[in-house]
C-alpha cells in the first residue's frame, strides 16, 4: 500500500511592486522643468526612472534633466503629441505617470497614482490642479476650468477624460492604443489618448489628486483660438474613430450575463 503524500502548505509569493515610469515632455522650459524635477526627487515612492522628452529646445532643458538624473529622449518633431507619444514609447515601466515641465507634484503624488491603480480595473487615472496665482485665485480657477473641461470632454467623448498635466496611465492600455493616437497634428494630446482609449476603458478623474501648475495656460490671448482649434481637431479625428453616440451607447450598454 503506498503511502498518501503529504500536503504542503501554501506558498505566499510576494507581489511584485509595479515598475514606475514618470514622462515629462519638454521645450524650452529649464526652469519649470528645474523646479518640477526637483519635486519628483522628494516623493515619499521613488519612480524607477524620470524621461524627459525634449521637443528641440534651443535652452539647457535637456542638461537640466540630466542633472536631475533623468533619462533624455530626443523627439524632433515640435509638439506635444509627438513628444508625449515618444515618452511613452520609450518608458520601461508598468505604470507611466505623465506631467507638464511646469507641473508642481507634492510628495505623496506618485504614490496616489499607484493607490489608485492598484484596483486592476482602473486603466489610467487623472487629477486636478491649482494656478500659481495670488490667495485663493489658484484654486477658484483651476477648479472653473478643469471643472469645465472634464464635463465639457465627457460629455463629447461618452467616458471621461485625461488632463496631462497630472495623469497615469497603465503601459499595457497605452501599448494597446499607440497606433490609434496622433503624433504629429496639433491636437490636445491628453484628450486625444483618452478618446483612443476609449469607452472599455476605465479612467477614473481623481479630484483628491492635485498638483500646482503655471498659470500661463489660462491667460486671456491668442492662445485661447489655438487652444480651441486643437479641442475641435482632436474631436474630429477621434469621432471619425468613433463618433460619440456610439461612444455613448457602448457607455450604457448592459455587460451579458455570464451563466
Known amino acids: 500500500m503506498s503511502a498518501t503524500p503529504a500536503r504542503t502548505a501554501p506558498v505566499d509569493r510576494p507581489v511584485r511592486e509595479p515598475v514606475v ?3 515629462v515632455p519638454v521645450r524650452d522650459d529649464a526652469a519649470h522643468l528645474d523646479a518640477c524635477l526637483r519635486r519628483l526627487a522628494r516623493q515619499s515612492v521613488a519612480p524607477d526612472e524620470v524621461v524627459v522628452v525634449d521637443n528641440g529646445s534651443s535652452d539647457a532643458s535637456a542638461d537640466v534633466a540630466r542633472r536631475w538624473g ?7 518633431r515640435v509638439g ?3 513628444a508625449a507619444a515618444a515618452g511613452y514609447d520609450a518608458a520601461r515601466g508598468d505604470v507611466i505617470l505623465r506631467l507638464d515641465a511646469d507641473s508642481r507634484p507634492d510628495e505623496g503624488w506618485v504614490a496616489h497614482a499607484l493607490h489608485v491603480l492598484a484596483d486592476p ?6 487629477g486636478t490642479g491649482r494656478f500659481d496665482l495670488p490667495g485663493r485665485r489658484g484654486r477658484r480657477v483651476a477648479r472653473a476650468y478643469l471643472g469645465a473641461y472634464y464635463v ?7 467616458h471621461p477624460v485625461l488632463w496631462g498635466s497630472s ?8 501599448r494597446r492604443v499607440r497606433e490609434h493616437v496622433t503624433r504629429v497634428e496639433d491636437v490636445h494630446d491628453d484628450l486625444d489618448l483618452a478618446l483612443a482609449l476609449g469607452p ?3 479612467v477614473v478623474v481623481d479630484r483628491g489628486w492635485c498638483v500646482g501648475v503655471s ?5 486671456f490671448g491668442r492662445q485661447w483660438v489655438t487652444r480651441l482649434g486643437r479641442a475641435f481637431r482632436t474631436l474630429g479625428r477621434q469621432w471619425r474613430v468613433l463618433p460619440p453616440w456610439e461612444r455613448w451607447a457602448a457607455r450604457w450598454r448592459p455587460v451579458p450575463h455570464r451563466s
Open 215 to 219: 498659470a500661463r495656460s489660462v491667460r
Open 70 to 76: 533623468a533619462r533624455v529622449v530626443h523627439e524632433p
Open 200 to 202: 472599455a476603458a476605465r
Open 80 to 82: 506635444i503629441p509627438a
Open 21 to 23: 515610469s514618470v514622462v
Open 167 to 174: 495623469m497615469a496611465v497603465r503601459a499595457d492600455a497605452w
Open 152 to 158: 465639457l470632454g465627457h460629455l463629447a467623448a461618452g
Open 121 to 126: 480595473r482602473v486603466d489610467a487615472v487623472t
